[in-house]
């Protein structure tokens, strides 16, 4: 069963899955900033196990969003998690 849950501020879930797709497999040092504690992070559930997430803040402009750190781990992958991601993240 597929599930998503939308948190203000950096959940533990969704840091997680950061730190192993962008520090561990990727290689960035520089992952995690001030904007996460502002901003809304999506995390999507596979049978109760985080599988990816994503962020959401505002930009300058009215009514206008900035959808990143989209992650979805490396088990999880093939499975169409980044467009579900986004498709929420967009609703």
Do not use: T
């Not at 599988?51 to 900035?66: H, K, M, N, T």
């Amino acid at each position: 069963m597929i599930q998503m849950h939308m948190q203000h501020g950096l959940s533990q879930d969704a840091r997680i899955i950061r730190q192993e797709v962008f520090v561990e497999e990727q290689g960035f040092h520089h992952e995690f900033d001030e904007i996460d504690s502002r901003a809304w992070h999506l995390v999507l559930y596979e049978n109760g196990q985080a599988a990816g997430c994503c962020r959401l803040f505002s930009s300058d402009q009215p009514e206008v969003y900035i959808l990143g750190r989209l992650a979805v781990r490396k088990s999880c992958r093939g499975r169409q998690y980044g467009e579900r991601l986004v498709r929420e993240a967009e609703a």
